[in-house]
């Protein structure tokens, strides 16, 4: 193998290395993507079950199995990316997505056009929508694992804030697409078919465009650890100190349950929850408080508006303040989960859509500083060579709070909204007491080991 290897150069860069614009723009597009067709989904998906005559809580109970699937595969994708390389499982999970979404929405077609009855249609979508679990769980791991082991540790929340950020634009595109993207032909199953077609463009420009990662065989020993000062040693090199190098020696296997990631992980668990719950009601309760439940097809346009207003400030939280504050993974979940129990607190009293939007931008700005402090923390409490597994595992506990969350809040709030928005608002308290008392703080977290 000789030294203009591109595999080797890739394995020999230094993790403190930008990555070049083409490149980050892809990894972007990969996440957005995902992100706004999930969301195009949400704001219509409320309207659709009402025309299909099933009660809000079958629709939330239909993300189940996907969520579960998402649980239980990502962290094997994240090993697997660690030997099969970054973009292959990038690839993977687009290409989950891409059945997975094209499926539904097909699902949806034949159930409002009256060739399904109603559960049938949610059992059928329920089915369609685990490729997605199963397979598109693939790429957020691998996505995460290959900016954080290029970058610095004083620098990795910023720079996994502006990945997450991508879910936040994705956020914003997908709402404000969805009703303009309806075609007669299709009605409210044309996003299903828009955002398909823009993910295979992405699949495409994936393999085009982004260099193959995929771990040589050759590539081992001296030649994958090549070290980068004249007084460095190859051999002797610690997982924390490689600055990026690959080892020949692979990891342990990482748990749940690693003492370093616990008080990150069960934070992140509770947060994703109470995130998880209020998201699943949001688009309901637009459609009981606007008095829409006559009229679904008119609730997908305001309930798209709210959504992005809750995006937008997603986005002023990830790009503006965690930079601006310098805020570290202890700080940026704390300020975060507090904001987020206010916004829940106005959520649900509020009477118009002026006052659903201004509270569903509050607790968004508030959940979009909390995941990237969480995500950092359990990625800056191991070392570089378990960036993979950590993002694996990060990437199970953000699915494992869509198995049931939602399903359970729509249900207590068709019930009784008060015990609803007290459970989701008990989920925060619970995370600000975790976090004060079992948290490293943010100086020991991202000190230079």
């Known amino acids: 193998m000789t030294s203009s290897d591109p595999q080797l150069l890739e394995a020999s860069r230094p993790a403190t290395a930008s990555l070049p614009r083409g490149r980050l723009l892809l990894l972007f597009l990969v996440t957005l993507v995902t992100a706004a067709g999930n969301t195009a989904m949400q704001s219509v998906m409320p309207a659709i079950g009402t025309a299909l005559k099933v009660e809000d809580f079958w629709i939330s109970l239909a993300y189940t199995w996907s969520a579960l699937l998402w649980m239980l595969c990502a962290p094997m994708w994240a090993r697997r990316s660690d030997r099969r390389g970054r973009k292959a499982m990038m690839a993977v999970g687009l290409m989950g997505f891409i059945s997975s979404f094209g499926l539904c929405g097909f699902a949806l077609y034949l159930g409002l056009n009256g060739y399904l009855a109603g559960i049938g249609t949610l059992l059928l979508f329920a089915l369609c929508r685990s490729l997605y679990g199963g397979f598109g769980s693939a790429a957020p791991p691998a996505v995460q694992a290959y900016v954080a082991a290029r970058t610095s540790r004083a620098e990795r929340t910023q720079s996994l804030s502006l990945i997450s950020s991508s879910f936040g634009l994705g956020t914003v595109l997908g709402p404000a697409l969805a009703p303009m993207l309806i075609v007669p032909a299709l009605g409210l199953v044309s996003p299903f078919a828009a955002f398909t077609l823009i993910a295979v463009i992405v699949l495409i420009a994936l393999r085009l465009r982004l260099p193959d990662d995929t771990p040589a065989f050759a590539a081992r020993g001296d030649v994958m650890a090549a ?74 346009a305001p309930t798209g508006r709210v959504l992005m207003m809750g995006a937008l400030a997603t986005l002023l939280a990830q ?24 916004g829940i607190a106005i959520l649900s009293v509020a009477g118009s859509e002026h006052t659903i939007a201004i509270s569903v931008a509050l607790l968004s700005m508030g959940f979009g500083l909390f995941r990237p402090g969480f995500t950092a923390g359990a990625s800056l409490s191991v070392s570089r060579a378990e960036q993979g597994q950590s993002a694996g595992i990060v990437a199970s506990v953000n699915g494992a709070a869509y198995i049931a969350a939602p399903a359970i809040g729509v249900w207590l709030y068709g019930h009784n909204p008060w015990i609803g928005f007290a459970g989701i608002e008990a989920l925060c308290l619970s995370v600000v007491v975790l976090g004060w008392r079992a948290m490293t703080s943010d100086e020991e977290l991202t000190a230079a080991r």
Not at 320 to 341: E, H, K, T, V
């Open 227 to 300: 070290p980068f000062s004249a007084n460095s040693n190859s051999r002797m090199q610690s997982a924390e100190e490689d600055d990026g190098v690959q080892s020949d020696v692979p990891p342990a296997k990482l748990s749940w349950g690693d003492r370093r990631m616990r008080s990150w992980l069960v934070a992140g668990l509770l947060g994703g929850h109470a995130q998880a719950a209020t998201m699943g009601i949001v688009g309901f309760l637009v459609l009981d408080r606007l008095g829409l439940r006559a009229t679904p097809e008119l609730g997908a």
């Open 319 to 342: 790009w503006g303040l965690i930079p601006m504050l310098r805020l570290g993974p202890r700080s940026s979940c704390l300020w975060g989960i507090a904001l987020a129990a206010s």
